[in-house]
């Protein structure tokens, strides 16, 4: 959730997050404030606060555990300081409200508990929270391919706008740019094996995959069926294996018109893919093939196949 201003005729926004008024006496006093203050800039440890401060460092502590436990704070990393482990503590929105009255429904599309469940953790409080893979458009890879369902990113980035509030830096890369370091994040991958060198990389670690021997045919490992059209297209949500702490949403058709049929089914039955698979719903792994409603040769709709 966010909270909006308006301020010189700009609108400006903070994410905020809710918490129980049980709490409210974990940040009345002044000493609070202060902490609070200190870690909204950047992720400190007691020690280093109390050095800052020049007080004791027990009444640090006696605040960072009531804020902790008041999920105010929470620790984002752990280093050896002196010979002993610290703990840093950050600040786990950068506002916070009390709730008196319940909130009144709202026409806002698909905003229901499995959607918001589905798109996290790449959606969180209404902010991007994840890197967008997409195919080069340039010969590249194994096959000197070229990516052309790139296009289609710009109908997954409308549907996934309806539930952003704000998106304050450049998200997404080309498959050919990304680094590393980015693959230790949350990840949307935008495309199939032969265009995204990543999709490659963790098809061997999904539960529907891509057969790279045999024309890159979409088998399920759930069904134990074996796809061969090229009109389809899976959705598959899985921990990231470069980083288990992350996840990845991998989009991704067998060839372009496979992902055009992708992108329909988010745009026309989100509400089933957020299910799960058909066959253990437990598993996030879709399988969709585009329909030519109307015979123009053209995919405008798609089936459910697994």
Avoid at 224 to 231: A, G
Avoid at 281 to 286: E, F, G, H, R
Wanted: charged content about 25%; hydrophobic content about 35%; glycine content about 6%.
């Amino acid at each position: 959730m966010f909270i909006i201003k308006r301020s010189k005729g700009k609108i400006n926004s903070l994410p905020v997050r809710e918490i129980d008024p049980e709490y409210l006496k974990s940040i009345s006093s002044k000493l609070a404030h202060i902490i609070l203050k200190i870690i909204s800039e950047n992720p400190c440890y007691p020690k280093e606060i109390a050095k800052k401060l020049k007080i004791h460092e027990q009444k640090v502590y006696y605040h960072i555990r009531n804020l902790e436990k008041s999920k105010i704070i929470e620790i984002v990393k752990k280093e050896t300081v002196q010979g002993a482990v610290a703990n840093y503590y950050s600040l786990t929105a950068p506002s916070f409200f009390v709730k008196f009255k319940e909130f009144t429904t709202s026409q806002k599309i698909f905003d229901t508990e499995k959607s918001n469940k589905f798109l996290d953790p790449f959606i969180d409080q209404g902010k991007l929270n994840a890197k967008i893979i997409v195919g080069s458009p340039d010969p590249h890879g194994p096959e000197k391919a070229r990516s052309r369902d790139g296009y289609y990113g710009i109908d997954l980035a409308l549907f996934l706008g309806t539930f952003l509030h704000y998106s304050p830096q450049m998200s997404v890369k080309l498959d050919t740019e990304t680094k590393s370091e980015d693959l230790q994040e949350n990840l949307i991958i935008f495309g199939g094996p032969v265009i995204i060198i990543v999709a490659d990389k963790i098809n061997r670690n999904i539960l529907i995959s891509f057969d790279n021997k045999n024309n890159w045919d979409i088998v399920s490992n759930i069904s134990n069926k074996t796809y061969h059209t090229d009109e389809t297209g899976i959705v598959v949500k899985i921990k990231n294996p470069f980083n288990n702490r992350k996840y990845i949403l991998l989009i991704a058709g067998k060839r372009y018109a496979g992902t055009k049929a992708v992108i329909i089914s988010f745009l026309k039955y989100f509400d089933e893919i957020c299910k799960g698979n058909n066959h253990n719903n437990k598993v996030s792994a879709k399988v969709v093939e585009g329909i030519d409603i109307d015979s123009d040769g053209i995919v405008d709709d798609v089936s459910i196949l697994e």
